[in-house]
């Protein structure tokens, strides 16, 4: 029973919503009434309505978009014959469609947006071990220390920051260069 309510209450606000769009206005009537709608639009805005009155707002707005889709799909394409003018005004229309279109899938997004969720910092007792991982190969010993240096000052609880240099010191040159013994040095006074 509650399902066929439904059914019936969205298909008469459906066929409402299809008279209210192709009604035939003169231009001062819809004037009227997309600067009333408009007005509607940001008295909730101002008002920071929320809930029901974010979408009663929503709602005003999409049917300004869907009036001028019913004119522009009407009343301004050009005839098919003419396809000099057909063409660039089709494209045209096409662009305005896909517009539209992102329109439609942006309010999803916007109707009923998910609450902030609460930040992690504020409970640093459930932070995760971080490891952070240094790779090198034939670095400067001061490029080297000022690295380490700039991993240890991140700013995360000092308890759970683990700073691992990975060099294995194999290189013909850091074997036989005695500034790996000073890179080892500088890196262990920055830690």
């Given at each position: ?63 300004i ?28 229309y ?6 539209v ?5 942006s ?17 640093p ?7 952070v ?59």
């Amino acid at each position: 029973m509650r399902k066929a309510r439904s059914v019936f209450i969205w298909a008469v606000v459906s066929l409402c919503l299809i008279v209210l769009i192709t009604l035939p206005v003169n231009l001062q009537t819809q004037l009227i009434t997309s600067i009333t709608v408009v007005t509607v639009m940001a008295l909730i805005k101002v008002l920071k309505g929320e809930g029901t009155w974010r979408l009663v707002a929503l709602a005003f707005g999409t049917s300004i978009v869907l009036r001028y889709v019913y004119w522009r799909t009407t009343n301004t394409l050009p005839p098919v014959n003419q396809p000099e003018n057909f063409i660039p005004g089709l494209l045209l229309y096409l662009a305005e469609m896909y517009s539209v279109a992102m329109l439609a899938l942006s309010l999803f997004i916007v109707a009923t947006p998910l609450p902030p969720r609460p930040s992690r910092a504020a409970n640093p007792g459930r932070l995760p071990h971080v490891d952070v991982f240094v790779p090198s190969y034939n670095e400067d010993a001061g490029l080297l220390g000022n690295t380490l240096a700039a991993a240890k000052a991140m700013d995360y609880p000092a308890e759970k920051l683990h700073v691992w240099l990975l060099d294995d010191g194999g290189t013909l040159q850091k074997r036989n260069s005695g500034k790996l013994l000073e890179a080892q040095a500088a890196a262990a006074r920055h830690i």
